[in-house]
């Protein structure tokens, strides 16, 4: 059974960095699609970051230049790497798999997987 696990979520201050990990089990990494999303108290899902199945990745233009995904398929773990964090970089990241759709506007498909998140606080 596909199961996604988050965690390095904390609290920091602006410019700090913070690096998220995502343990993933029940698929191999070179058949499915993986992302970072993110829901702050009042607004609506964000997606971060996706990376595909070929290694392609898509950023949010928010995050563009600061945050850097990978993958570390040994360890079929995900990573979000986060520098110069922003007081709105503030939210719940939750990760995401797909063996066949997976976008950073919409999420996963109908065969997709969500982890429970971990949140990220930062402070001016």
């Known amino acids: 059974q596909v199961q996604l696990v988050e965690s390095g979520g904390g609290s920091v201050q602006a410019g700090g960095s913070l690096r998220l990990s995502c343990v993933a089990s029940?698929?191999?990494?070179?058949?499915?699609?993986m992302g970072w999303f993110r829901q702050a108290p009042g607004k609506e899902r964000e997606g971060v970051a996706i990376?595909?199945?070929?290694?392609?990745?898509s950023y949010a233009e928010s995050v563009k230049g600061r945050f850097t995904i990978d993958v570390d398929s040994a360890k079929n773990t995900l990573y979000l790497q986060m520098n110069s964090l922003e007081p709105e970089d503030t939210a719940m990241y939750s990760c995401?798999?797909?063996?066949?759709?997976?976008?950073?506007?919409?999420?996963?498909?109908?065969?997709?997987?969500w982890g429970h998140g971990t949140q990220v606080t930062v402070s001016s």
């Open positions: 995401a798999a797909d063996p066949l759709v997976l976008g950073l506007r919409t999420g996963p498909g109908p065969l997709g997987y």
């Open positions: 029940g698929f191999t990494f070179t058949t499915i699609a």
């Open positions: 990376i595909d199945s070929d290694g392609t990745t």
